[in-house]
């Protein structure tokens, strides 16, 4: 099997949202993993409805899959990176960000999305972790229903220094959710360092929405371009494999943007000839 690879638009946060996508188009990727900001298909937009339905359109000429994210830093709250989140003390806030993961749904259902990616979030200086989880908790609660309403299923992914931070976090979180999958970034392993990526891949295999690789140094949350860390690219693609992996496979690289015209092609050069190697 050949593995399906999707670039982040977060690495492309310097250009427009269609200029993009066809630039991961035409470097022959088979998907984009598109992440909801305010200059790329802004959820709260006025006519957010109608966009979503023309970029719906361009994925299609493009043969492009998608899986949506949602790790945009300021889209929230032009103040405080990434809030409110799911385990914010207002309760106002956690309703925000539910609203949002709900429309984030939404509006992969029109995409045609895999999935929909998210994470938890960080606590605040004197909230209890046992409340935290709690709050946790209830907004998966409401994110997995919608999930299952709208049909897009729902992937969570654990972010080092985030509450759910480890692929075992949310494997104790996923008994009481069964619906929700996980949304993999291997980097995040070695940041962690809890788990080996390829062994996360294949112990994990029932249960993955997407995968993200990029490289990382261990225990370095620096997302590295191909040939610039400690990740095993070759074990990781040999991994998916063997399990038959048919969703995508994300290259995230957000601090490449302003080189993204190059990046997008590196990246999957650099992948290809990875999985190259594994059937020579």
């Known amino acids: 099997m050949t593995l399906r690879y999707a670039y982040n638009t977060n690495g492309a946060a310097n250009h427009r949202l269609d200029d993009a996508l066809r630039l991961i188009a035409d470097a022959g990727y088979d998907g984009v993993a598109l992440t909801l900001d305010h200059h790329h298909l802004d959820p709260s937009a006025d006519g957010w409805a109608g966009e979503a339905e023309r970029v719906a359109g361009l994925l299609a000429s493009l043969r492009l899959g998608c899986v949506i994210e949602t790790g945009a830093r300021y889209l929230l709250d032009p103040r405080d990176k990434h809030e409110p989140t799911l385990v914010t003390r207002d309760a106002d806030g956690r309703a925000r960000r539910v609203a949002f993961l709900t429309r984030a749904l939404e509006m992969g259902a029109m995409l045609g999305a895999e999935t929909m990616s998210f994470w938890a979030g960080v606590p605040k200086p004197g909230v209890r972790r046992e409340e935290a989880f709690g709050w946790l908790r209830d907004g998966l609660a409401r994110v997995c229903d919608a999930a299952e309403r709208i049909g897009v299923p729902a992937s969570l992914e654990p972010e080092p220094g985030m509450l759910v931070e480890t692929v075992a976090d ?28 390829a062994d996360a891949v294949r112990a994990y295999a029932a249960r993955l929405g997407t995968v993200a690789i990029e490289d990382m140094r261990r225990g370095d949350h620096t997302h590295l371009p191909f040939g610039q860390g400690d990740m095993d690219v070759g074990g990781v693609l040999s991994a998916l494999k063997d399990i038959g992996f048919g969703g995508l496979v994300c290259v995230e690289l957000s601090r490449e943007s302003p080189r993204a015209h190059q990046a997008v092609p590196e990246a999957i050069a650099y992948l290809r000839a990875a999985e190259g190697k594994l059937s020579s």
Do not use: M, Q, S
């Open 170 to 197: 949310y494997a104790r979180l996923r008994t009481e959710h069964p619906t929700l999958r996980l949304a993999l970034d291997t980097g995040h392993c070695l940041v962690t360092e809890d788990i080996d990526p």
